[in-house]
């Protein structure tokens, strides 16, 4: 029999990390009503290096913690996306590591614009599913550190 790890309560909202984008304690909303997680990011551009496509990119925005520096990655790719108003729209998914509560998690993420949502970052479903319980009445429950001021 395989060992299983104890799922961790998380609550409605929690403080993520993207340790390979260099983005801490980013504030993310948790939301089990979408299915993918989507970072928002601006300045989405394909540009040629060595023959190859890159796909350069600018995480958060400009009130946000975290590099304002541009980001390139090689592997990425496009995929048809539900928006929260039930539009399909093309988005660029890329692969990257998640820190959120006591575990680091690989996985697969959008590409956004979400400068009018409430959060820069939204935790869908597919990431959560065998690993955490919601609970909706609390917040930070994964884990309680809170952003440094500048």
């Not at 539009?87 to 006591?102: H, L, N, P, Q, V």
């Not at 009018?116 to 869908?124: A, E, T, W």
Request: aromatic fraction near 8%.
């Amino acid at each position: 029999m395989a060992y299983k790890k104890p799922k961790q309560f998380l609550g409605k909202r929690e403080y993520i990390d993207f340790p390979d984008l260099g983005l801490i304690n980013v504030d993310a909303k948790i939301d089990t009503g979408a299915y993918t997680t989507a970072l928002h990011c601006h300045n989405i551009l394909i540009r040629k290096s060595g023959g190859k496509e890159v796909l350069c990119f600018v995480p958060l925005g400009k009130d946000d913690p975290g590099p304002k520096a541009e980001v390139c990655i090689t592997e990425f790719w496009t995929k048809n996306v539900k928006n929260s108003f039930g539009d399909s729209e093309e988005r660029y998914m890329i692969r990257t590591r998640i820190k959120i509560g006591r575990r680091t998690i690989n996985s697969v993420i959008s590409l956004s614009d979400r400068r009018s949502m409430r959060y820069p970052v939204l935790i869908g479903r597919k990431l959560l599913k065998k690993r955490f319980l919601v609970d909706v009445e609390h917040e930070h429950l994964g884990r309680s550190v809170k952003p440094k001021k500048k």
